[in-house]
């Protein structure tokens, strides 16, 4: 509620003061009186007298033309309420007819303005009790002199606020006829400080509130700044500090507010200049960068005026219908968008199209929130249907009739989350597959930056949807599993675990031979990397310290099924474990409609002495391996890749600690990154990139060219497409390969710090030298150096592991391997003569750390020895 609401009665060309008094809280006029004349910021309500006329429908009117409130007598109200939303509605009232106020005319505005013959503190006290909960304003029907700042503050106290006349109100100083603004404004304030400066908040306007500093302020300070719409504050060291004075980064006021124990203040103000703080940073709280649709908004901005000839910013400026076709393109994403993911992805996308037309004719964000703010104020509504032209039915095909042709370029933007793959519209069935290009020397710091962005993960979200069929697994145990089973996998079935021996007959021969090489080869690996010898050193004369491998001896591996048969995983999951010696080996993939397990997989668990196969998918599999159930057993430690239903499951079951299991990895959707320069054949770099764009929809590609020219690029371009549209697959590849990227560099080394920085999956090198260029490579699941390297022999056979991490993961995770199926335990033995000399230092490290029994428990030991 405001301090007090300034009635207007004088000539509204008085600017200066209706400017002020704007800054501080609504002003009220009547309904007869123009709102032209005031300031662009003002808060109007509309007053209406007893004796008027007006109908329902112009109440509406002058709500919808923009007035934040109307005051309105009872019986204007009583029509009213009920058509107009409470908060838009104030109810005039005299003394007399108080007490004809009914609970639903209560209810059914936001506050009342009570006329009083005088000001009557206690009297006036009694109404507001009466409106508990609503706003009360009191309007004195005669009031010959100013109101003191005591009856401002008494009525303050009692929840009300006082409306005076402009009359009565003065920029000069307070005297018997008016009083001056920031006296009445500040009437109510108090300060605990010795200086008696009051706290204030500076926050910008119109980027949503943002803080920009703490400052001080005093009676003279906000005196100065209602008056010149300046930001002025109070320096406890130099007087009034007047922002900006030498440094030009001066502030205008938009609005100034007290708090809600009308001991601080917020000042609300457009920041001109290089920014708020001393450091020239918009902020003096971190950084001060631009976050953003402000950030954004400041981009395009400066873009207009200085964009480098070619940039995409400066070709959507110069070319309307490119830009005119790119926001209609976009709109029509965010329609078809269907995941939280994607919905905000394309919503960011058309923003940047929309602002980027705005700042084209000169309109910015604030000019597009008082529009928004206008339209809030309606009362009346249109029927909000869409044009003939917007509202044709869709076709078969899945395109609007009216669909536009747009091109292919996009800005700089991570790579697009994606949905379940569905058919390609045959409209754009001969449409390039092809990627999207961008230069990393013309890439800003922040665009560099998103061209290194993964889809969002919003695992909080997953994981609330998979907690119920967690916790049903975990309470249920085989009969909730099943009955997920059969809604989900479509598989009935009594039991979900078989135990060896496991039935491959229907194998061909051709994959069992080809199984057969590949086990062996990543056994053979893997084998190599078994922690044989124990480790031990003697620290110091008489204390040797040990470290020894221990297989875990319980684990479950995910293979999963999904659109595509993983024989593959389930060797790269179970060899290791084979090798590690562990004892348990639960493999857990989702069964077929008709409940059977693919003979391919149930070969290989039948290579790596799985102990039981369990025919579960997603969650609900993750869940019964992490608890166990009445059949399955309960695992240590859970591998594999999986949807992020699975990843959720296992990040979920990894932080209980009634499970007890570990995971592996955090998992996100397949990636790999391509190096490549002039050497290359284009064939070779296109097969890599949609081997991988395959896996699916959301799969990560990005090619980094060294060096390449145009024609180059195009040749890999131009065997992308014609590649793509050979597999069965294409379906895919379709909506994967366009949220793909290339990378423009100029230097090997250039390229390596951009795939270091992205630390992708799999990352092939196709280039002159690529040996050499491995020892660069910091960040990266697996490597496959040089044209013969796909990251297929590594998927399959070579002997490589390809459970791999992903999402930027490789900085800190290695990839599956055989001590991730070890645990090592350390050991020690001293001698006596060892404690003799480590005894001293281990008593006098307890003794420092206040752990008495510690050094007890050495201390004991020297005097027994001591004795001896």
Not at 431 to 457: G, H, N
Not at 566 to 582: D, E, H, K, N, R
């Amino acid at each position: 509620m405001s301090v007090f609401l300034p009635l207007v009665d004088t000539d509204l060309g008085d600017d200066a003061l209706l400017s002020a008094l704007a800054r501080v809280g609504p002003l009220v006029l009547s309904s007869s009186q123009s709102s032209a004349a005031l300031p662009q910021n003002a808060t109007r309500y509309i007053f209406v007298d007893t004796d008027s006329s007006l109908s329902t429908d112009e109440v509406i009117s002058l709500l919808d033309q923009g007035a934040e409130k109307v005051i309105l007598p009872l019986a204007l109200a009583k029509e009213v309420i009920g058509v107009v939303a409470p908060e838009r509605i104030l109810l005039l009232l005299d003394v007399a007819n108080v007490s004809a106020v009914s609970d639903r005319i209560r209810s059914g505005v936001s506050g009342v303005l009570i006329k009083t013959p005088s000001i009557d503190v206690d009297f006036i006290g009694s109404f507001s009790r009466f409106f508990a909960g609503s706003s009360v304003h009191v309007l004195p029907a005669a009031v010959p002199e100013p109101p003191s700042r005591s009856t401002i503050r008494a009525l303050q106290g009692a929840n009300t606020a006082l409306v005076i006349p402009t009359s009565l109100l003065t920029l000069s100083p307070t005297d018997s006829k008016q009083i001056n603004v920031a006296d009445a404004f500040l009437a109510h304030i108090s300060s605990d400080r010795p200086d008696g400066l009051f706290p204030t908040v500076v926050s910008s306007f119109p980027d949503g509130g943002r803080t920009l500093g703490l400052v001080y302020s005093s009676y003279d300070s906000v005196r100065e700044s209602m008056v010149t719409g300046k930001g002025v504050y109070q320096s406890r060291k130099h007087g009034l500090w007047r922002k900006g004075e030498t440094s030009g980064a001066t502030q205008d006021v938009v609005r100034i507010c007290l708090d809600c124990d009308a001991d601080a203040l917020e000042f609300s103000v457009v920041q001109n200049g290089a920014g708020f703080c001393h450091l020239e940073r918009a902020s003096c709280f971190g950084t001060g960068q631009f976050t953003g649709l402000a950030a954004l908004e400041r981009t395009l901005q400066s873009r207009l005026v200085s964009a480098p000839e070619g940039s995409y910013t400066r070709r959507l400026f110069e070319d309307p219908e490119l830009l005119r076709s790119k926001i209609m393109e976009e709109a029509d994403e965010l329609c078809r968008a269907e995941t939280t993911e994607e919905v905000a992805f394309e919503a960011a996308d058309l923003l940047y199209f929309a602002l980027t037309r705005c700042v084209a004719a000169g309109v910015s964000i604030s000019d597009v929130e008082r529009s928004l703010d206008r339209k809030a104020k309606k009362v009346t509504r249109r029927a909000g249907n869409a044009k003939p032209q917007w509202s044709q039915k869709v076709s078969s095909t899945g395109e609007p009739s009216t669909a536009q042709s747009a091109t292919n370029t996009h800005p700089p933007e991570a790579p697009k989350p994606a949905a379940a793959p569905e058919p390609v519209p045959a409209s754009n069935a001969d449409a390039p597959i092809s990627m999207r290009s961008y230069d990393l020397s013309k890439t800003s710091a922040s665009e560099r930056a998103q061209l290194l962005r993964r889809p969002v993960l919003k695992s909080d979200e997953m994981i609330a949807k998979v907690k119920p069929i967690v916790d049903e697994v975990r309470q249920r145990g085989d009969a909730a599993l099943l009955e997920f089973t059969a809604k989900f996998d479509k598989a009935q079935l009594s039991s979900a675990i078989i135990r060896p021996p496991y039935e491959t007959t229907e194998l061909p021969d051709d994959v069992r031979q080809a199984i057969d090489v590949a086990y062996a080869n990543i056994y053979k690996f893997h084998a190599a990397q078994v922690a044989q010898d124990e480790l031990k050193v003697e620290t110091m004369p008489g204390v040797v310290c040990s470290r020894f491998a221990r297989p875990i001896a319980r684990v479950g591996l995910y293979v999963p099924g999904g659109t595509a048969i993983l024989p593959s995983t389930a060797l790269m999951l179970g060899i290791p474990a084979q090798v590690a010696g562990c004892k348990e080996v639960v493999l857990a993939t989702p069964p077929r409609p008709d409940g059977s397990i693919s003979p391919e997989v149930m070969y290989v668990a039948q290579l790596v002495g799985a102990s039981a196969i369990l025919k579960a998918g997603g969650a609900q599999a993750v869940a019964a391996l992490a608890y166990g159930t009445e059949t399955v057993p309960k695992v240590d430690k859970i591998f594999g890749p999986g949807n992020q239903w699975v990843t959720a499951a296992k990040m979920l079951v990894q932080n209980d600690t009634d499970a007890l299991v570990a995971i592996d990895m955090p998992a996100g959707p397949s990636e790999v990154l391509v190096i490549a320069d002039q050497t290359c054949n284009p064939a070779f770099v296109a097969a890599d990139l949609l081997s991988q764009a395959e896996h699916g929809v959301d799969s990560q590609v990005v090619l980094v060219t060294v060096n390449l020219s145009d024609a180059r690029i195009a040749e890999i371009e131009a065997e992308v497409d014609k590649q793509a549209r050979a597999l069965s697959r294409v379906d895919i590849l379709r909506q994967s390969i366009p949220k793909s990227i290339i990378v423009k560099t100029h230097s090997v080394q250039e390229a390596l710090a951009f795939s270091n920085d992205y630390a992708p999956e799999h990352l092939i090198l196709h280039l002159e030298n690529a040996p050499a260029a491995v020892a660069a490579v910091e960040n990266a699941g697996s490597v496959f150096v040089g044209p013969y390297s796909p990251e297929s022999c590594g998927d399959y056979a070579s002997g490589t592991n390809h459970t791999l991490p992903t999402n930027g993961y490789a900085r800190q995770f290695s990839g599956v391997n055989t001590l991730s199926f070890q645990k090592h335990i350390t050991s020690q033995e001293v001698t006596a003569d060892g404690l003799k000399g480590l005894g001293p230092v281990v008593a006098t490290l307890a003794d420092c750390e206040g752990l008495g029994a510690h050094a007890n428990a050495v201390r004991i030991r020297l005097q027994a020895l001591a004795l001896a």
